[in-house]
């Protein structure tokens, strides 16, 4: 244990896709002898690896991950599944260590984490079929534009490539008459535990360039080939989201592809600009530049001007 820490610690490791939450939790994992949790809302199932970026062997053994492999595509699981779960484990986990380390890029998981939620409104099953017949029938466009016009400020932070988040602020409204984004503004659940949030970020052109490498080197690692194997299971919301739906897209002849991979550069940069808009409203994030050779140290300095 780490006698520095008077109390239980969080640290959360947030940013964009791409700007290196991996090394950076496992670098301080190592520092603090303690463990990673993942808040990678991708991670978590065991059937998506290279279009996730997940942590690779090496990184895995350099420290211990939890919420990687966690789950599999076939079951459902919410953020509520995840922050009753996740909680649980943390109050196990500070009994061995003074500080756990929580990444990843899903806004939505973190804060569910570190603040909790009003009781979200349990979904309505007729309200559902009807937004999911509408998917079907209609596109995501009308979906994104119907939440465009009733929450404008959900609409800004969402990932509008996934129906699944849509379909869910759209059920809430109708079903509430109240916006998701209502809900999530919640008075912050107290903790048992001290939180410090460090945020990456990045010159933009030097992080669009490391997505764009990024999604290359998927194609070599045998993205293809994975959402190829995937293919059986597209209905499933997990798979609804950028790396494979743009590859099924090219699987029924909609596009080619080069257009196909294009894509897939073009929707990951467009979801980490809204990561980016998600973290940036959160007061208490305290900004690092990822790019900086100093950035163990920088992060260990921010750290303890906080405890």
């Known amino acids: 244990m780490n006698s520095v820490f008077t109390q239980p610690t969080l640290i959360v490791i947030a ?91 899903s806004g939505l998981f973190i804060k569910a984490i570190t603040e909790g939620f009003d009781n979200l409104p349990s979904a309505d099953e007729i309200t559902r079929n009807k937004l999911n017949t509408e998917l079907t029938e209609k596109g995501i466009t009308v979906l994104q534009e119907r939440l465009k016009a009733v929450d404008p400020i959900y609409y800004n932070e969402v990932d509008l490539n996934n129906p699944q988040r849509i379909i869910r602020a759209l059920e809430v409204y109708e079903t509430t008459d109240k916006p998701f984004s209502s809900y999530l503004t919640a008075t912050a659940n107290k903790r048992p535990f001290h939180i410090i949030k460090l945020g ?8 669009y360039d490391r997505i764009n490498r990024r999604v290359d080197l998927m194609i070599e690692q045998g993205l293809i080939e994975e959402a190829k194997s ?78």
């Not at 059937?47 to 990687?68: C, D, Q, R, V, W």
């Not at 790396?243 to 002849?253: K, M, N, T």
Request: a neutral charge; glycine letters at 6%; aromatic letters at 10%.
């Open 15 to 105: 940013g964009p896709t791409a700007s290196g939450k991996t090394a950076a939790a496992i670098q301080l994992a190592n520092h603090f002898n303690t463990v990673v949790v993942s808040a990678d809302s991708r991670q978590f199932y065991r059937e998506m690896s290279i279009g996730t970026a997940k942590p690779n062997s090496a990184e895995l053994a350099a420290a211990p991950h939890y919420f990687i492999d966690s789950n599999s595509i076939t079951e459902p699981f919410s953020v509520g599944d995840f922050e009753k779960q996740c909680l649980h484990l943390l109050g196990n986990l500070f009994k061995e260590h003074h500080v756990v380390i929580l990444a990843g890029g």
């Open 200 to 207: 990456l970020d990045m010159d933009r052109a030097v992080l």
């Open 230 to 307: 995937l293919l059986p299971y597209r209905h499933v919301n997990a798979l609804n989201t950028v790396g494979y739906s743009e590859l099924f897209d090219y699987f029924d002849g909609l596009t080619d592809l080069p257009m196909a991979i294009a894509a897939i550069k073009q929707n990951t940069r467009r979801f980490a600009k809204r990561q980016l808009t998600w973290f940036r409203k959160d007061k208490a994030m305290i900004w690092l530049d990822a790019a900086d050779a100093d950035l163990s140290k920088k992060m260990l300095e921010a750290i303890s001007h906080q405890h």
